[in-house]
């Protein structure tokens, strides 16, 4: 079975800078595009970041919610099977519990249906 460990979490101030890992188990990382997502109280589990697979056409491209473009990064590591998620410039609103997922087969979509080997998250506070 396929198992996702998210870590990094913390309590930062704003304008401070956090690094999250995603280390995954039971799946090597290097064939599938790995995403973040992240869940405020009361909200909607939200799309942050992806990061897909080598091919001809998707070399590891990476993709950004427009509210986190420019201060977020998503990397990866396959040799460490371990998928990253660098945040800069962090802000209140960006407080909540970030998840790593696995994107499925066939679907090209950033919605919460079409990832899944979820982790169980990793709590993110931005203070003032």
């Known amino acids: 079975q396929v198992q996702a460990i998210e870590s990094g979490g913390g309590l930062v101030q704003a304008g401070g800078s956090l690094r999250l890992t995603c280390t995954v188990s039971g799946r090597t990382i290097r064939s599938d595009a790995w995403g973040w997502f992240r869940q405020a109280p009361g909200r909607e589990r939200e799309f942050v970041a992806l990061?897909?697979?080598?091919?001809?056409?998707?070399?590891?491209?990476?993709d950004y919610a427009d509210s986190v473009k420019d201060r977020f990064t998503i990397s990866r590591d396959n040799a460490k099977n371990t998928v990253y998620l660098q945040m800069n410039g962090l802000k209140f609103e960006d407080t909540a519990v970030y998840y790593c997922?696995?994107?499925?087969?066939?679907?090209?979509?950033?919605?919460?249906?079409?990832?899944?080997?979820w982790g169980l998250g990793t709590q993110v506070t931005v203070s003032s």
């Open positions: 997922a696995r994107r499925l087969n066939g679907r090209y979509d950033y919605t919460t249906e079409a990832f899944g080997n």
């Open positions: 990061i897909d697979y080598w091919s001809d056409t998707t070399d590891y491209a990476t």
